[in-house]
């Protein structure tokens, strides 16, 4: 079992920066590969970035890339979403996921992710 709790959302003016944490438990942590999705009002949950535990690859969706980037801390047991150029469309509620140990099929397709946390706000005021 793995328990994901994100932190670092808020409140943030278009151009701004905010950087996401995913602190997750149990210590096969690097054996896991690591998502981002966010769900806004009204819209399905979306992929946002992922990043892979064996050479730690990392993927981003075409409407964060260059913008976004994901990277992980396996003696922290964490995963990061740093977002930069934030845009209103950005608003939404961010998840962390995980799927494992040894994970290496699809990582942009939510239901590929068994594990959850529980979700942060992210507004971005224009």
């Known amino acids: 079992q793995v328990q994901l709790v994100e932190s670092g959302g808020g409140l943030v003016q278009a151009g701004g920066s905010l950087r996401l944490s995913c602190a997750a438990s149990?210590?096969?942590?690097?054996?896991?590969?690591m998502g981002w999705f966010r769900q806004a009002p009204g819209k399905e949950r979306e992929f946002v970035a992922a990043?892979?535990?064996?050479?730690?690859?990392?993927y981003y969706a075409d409407s964060v890339k260059g913008r976004f980037t994901i990277s992980r801390d396996n003696a922290k047991n964490t995963v990061y979403l740093q977002m930069n150029s934030l845009k209103p469309e950005d608003t939404a509620v961010y998840y962390c996921?995980?799927?494992?140990?040894?994970?290496?099929?699809?990582?942009?397709?939510?239901?590929?992710?068994?594990?959850w946390g529980q979700g942060t706000q992210v507004t971005v005021s224009s």
């Open positions: 996921a995980a799927e494992g140990p040894y994970y290496s099929g699809s990582y942009t397709r939510p239901n590929s992710y068994d594990y």
């Open positions: 990043i892979a535990w064996r050479d730690e690859s990392t």
């Open positions: 149990g210590r096969t942590f690097s054996s896991y590969a």
